[in-house]
C-alpha cells in the first residue's frame, strides 16, 4: 500500500509563520527568528518547510485500556509493532496488528514535531481493516519473547515525507454485537523513526534500545525480569524489537503514550522545541549510529537525548570517532552509554532485531558490585566521551546548581553561582567528572537518593579538538526544561521532579546549540 497525498489545508509563507509565532510569544525574539529563517532560506531547511503544513492535535490518544490482572501493561484490544525501527523513504513498512476479541481497525499516520504548537502533522488514514488475534510468542532461550505475527498493512514511504519520528495511531472500532468492545474506539500506537542520508546542523538520536530494554509486553519480559526477579541488573537475558509495547512502567503514570515506547515521554519535549525554532535536525535511531560513524559525521552537533542508557561497543566507537572529526555533541541526556548492548538476530535470523545486557561501560564498579553482574563484557568508560558517568546511587534527583555562571554556556541567562533550577536532574544522572583536557564543571551538587543515600552530579563541557564541543547535561530530564507539548506530563515526585520549561534552560541549550552548529 503506498501513502496517500497529505491532507489539503493552508500553507502559510515562511514570513507569516514566523510572524504568527513571534507574535504569540513561542520564539525568542523576531530579530534571532529570522536570522535563523534566513540560514534556513540558505540551506534549503526541510524542518522550517515542514512545520509550515497544517498540524493537528488529534496525534494523540484518546481512549485505552489495559488487560490488567497479571497483565497490567498490555493492552491486547488492539496493539502492534513495526517491521523497521528506522526506515528511510523509498523502502516498505510492515505493521503487525492484532486484536483480541477480533475485530475492525483503522490507522492514522502522524510525524511528531512543532507545527504552529499542535505537535503533530496527519498524513495518512489506512483502513478499515479485520483484525484478529495474533499469538504471544513461546519463552525463547534467554526469556527472549520474539513475535513473528503476519502483516495487517504494509506501507511504502514516500519521498517527500520528512525524517522524524512517526507514530501510527490505531483505532479499534466499536462493535454493537460484542459487549466488551460496542462503545469505546479503543486505541494504542505503533512507533518508528524515519531516517535520511542528507547533511543537517544536528542528529537526533532516539534512545530506542532503552525503550525496548524497560519494554515489559506481554506482562513481566524487560531486560530487567530474569525470572525470579523484576529489576535484575544482570547478563544471561534478551529482549526482541518484534513485540508492541506495553505501558510505560517506570516513574511515569501515562497511559496516553500506550506503543511509543518512552519517545513521548523524555524525548518529545526536545524535538517540539527544536523545530519550533527552525533547526534543521534529523533523527536516527541507536542501531544507526551502531552501523555507521557516517550517520554523526554529516551534521555539525550529535544529540543523545532523555533516557539513553543502552549502547553497543559500535555505537561508542563511532560517537567517539565523530568527536574526534569535529562534531560537537549534546548529552541532554542520563544514565547514558551504561550498558554493553550487543544486537543480535531474532528467532528466523532476521539480524539486530533483538538486544542483550552483556556488560558495563567502565567496568562494574565497587558500589555496584553487590547488585550488578556479572557480565561477560567491559566495555571503555563512558565519561571518556560523555565528560562523566552513571554512578552509583543512581536513582535519585536534585536542583541543577551553576557552578561557573562566567562560562560562555550561561550567557544572558542572568545565572549567578550556587543558583539552582528546581528539580531539574533526575531521575538517572551523571557524576565522577573524566580527566579530559579542558573539561569545566559547569553545575553540581548532591543528590537525594533512596534509604537517605545520596550522590554528586556533574554536569561538564570540554572542548574538541577541531573547535567543537561536548555538553553533558547530567540528567534525562533536561528536555522537560524546553518544552510542554500537547499532551505532555511531568513525572510524578520522585525525590524530585522538573518543573517544566524554564527560560534558562532554553538559554543555555541555545547556547551550546550556537557554538556548536555557528
Known sequence: MTAAHPPAGGKLSRRGWFAWTAAWGLLPSLAGVLRRSRAAARNDNPIVEENQQPGTTQWQLTYVRTDGGSRPL???????????????PGEKLQVMVSLHPPGTFEADVYRLGYYGGTGGRHLLHLGPFQGRRQPDPPVGKERLRDCQWEPSFELEIPPSWTSGVYLIKLTRLPQANNPKTRVHAYQSYVVFILRDQRPAQIVFQCSDNTWQAYNRWPDQFSLYNDGTRPWALKAGVRVSFNRPYAKYCQILDAPLSLGSGEFLLWEFPLAYWLEQHGYDVTYVSNLDVHRSADTLTRAR????????????????????????????????????????????????????????????????????RGYMGPFPLEGPNEALIIGARTVSPFNGGADWIVRRADHWLFEGTGMKNGEAIPGLVGWEFHGDPASLPGLEVVASGTTK??????????????????????????????????????????????????????????????????????
Not at 498490555?74 to 528511510?88: N, P, Q
Not at 555505537?315 to 544514565?335: D, E, M, P, T, W
Open 449 to 518: 537518593n533512596s534509604a537517605d543515600k545520596t550522590a554528586t552530579y556533574t554536569a561538564t563541557v570540554y572542548p574538541g579538538p577541531k573547535g567543537n564541543w561536548v555538553f553533558n547535561a547530567a540528567t534525562i530530564f533536561w528536555a522537560q526544561g524546553l518544552s510542554s507539548p500537547p499532551g505532555h506530563l511531568l513525572p510524578a515526585s520522585h525525590y524530585t521532579r522538573p518543573h517544566g520549561p524554564d527560560p534558562r534552560v532554553q538559554r543555555i541549550t541555545r547556547n551550546f546549540l550556537e557554538r556548536a552548529v555557528g
Open 301 to 368: 552537533c550529535f544529540l543523545s537525548v532523555g533516557h539513553d542508557e543502552y549502547w553497543s561497543l559500535e555505537q561508542y566507537q563511532h560517537v567517539k570517532q565523530a568527536i574526534q572529526a569535529g562534531v560537537s555533541v549534546g548529552f541532554l541526556s542520563g544514565n547514558t552509554c551504561c550498558f554493553v548492548s550487543p544486537y543480535g538476530p531474532d528467532s528466523r535470523g532476521r539480524p539486530e532485531r533483538t538486544i542483550t545486557r552483556a556488560g558495563r561501560f567502565g567496568g562494574v564498579s565497587p558500589a555496584e
Open 74 to 88: 498490555r493492552c491486547s484490544l488492539v496493539e502492534g509493532y513495526a517491521s523497521h525501527t528506522s526506515i528511510r
